[in-house]
């Protein structure tokens, strides 16, 4: 077999490949503004791990007579979102940035809010704001990428789909959840 000759655009590419060994994934063709993207999607990550943390008070911390099933869907979102912030943390360093898992700062720099809730019902409602907050963001962000950055839009359209589902989730838990003012543990009247 005999190997097809290069074209000079190929040879181009061969060359230019060997001349920036050091930026890895990031080649000519990567068209968004590097440094913007790796802001947005520290965000993103920030975002995510406010969540996880949130999501896991509120496992801990769900009582009452429904609560049981409502804790363990907050146990499930948070792990999903520890995965999203594994991913995020992930594209940042292939991107050739450091991701910022910085506790002091993790709040000023995430989208969402720690919101801690009293109640089962201001829980799941506090943890579906943070949701929808994170659908605008993620939209934001994939309409910004457009076609510049396409591992990054898709990695970002695969979660976004993921707090489309959590969204849904939950607006299904509170129609099933009384609006019941029971107090969580450590809580009084």
């Not at 994934?25 to 406010?50: F, K, P």
């Not at 099933?69 to 999903?80: C, I, P």
């Amino acid at each position: 077999m005999t190997e097809p000759l290069a074209t000079p655009e190929v040879d181009q590419m061969r060359q230019r490949a060997r001349d920036h060994i050091e930026e890895g994934a990031v080649t000519a063709g990567y068209a968004a503004d590097r440094q913007v993207v790796l802001q947005r999607l520290d965000e993103a990550l920030a975002t995510e791990l406010v969540c996880v943390l949130r999501y896991r008070r509120h496992h801990f911390m769900a009582r009452g007579i429904l609560s049981q099933a409502v804790a363990e869907e907050f146990l499930v979102h948070s792990n999903e979102e520890l995965g999203h912030a594994d991913l995020l943390a992930g594209r940042i360093a292939q991107l050739g940035g450091e991701p910022d898992l910085a506790p002091t700062t993790l709040a000023s720099r995430s989208h969402a809010e720690y919101r801690e809730g009293t109640t089962l019902s201001e829980m799941i409602k506090e943890n579906l704001v943070a949701e929808r907050i994170a659908i605008d963001s993620y939209r934001d962000f994939i309409r910004y990428l457009g076609d510049k950055d396409p591992t990054t839009r898709r990695l970002l359209e695969s979660i976004l789909a993921m707090e489309e589902e959590h969204a849904d989730d939950l607006t299904s838990l509170l129609r099933v959840i009384p609006q019941m003012a029971v107090p969580a543990a450590g809580q009084s009247h």
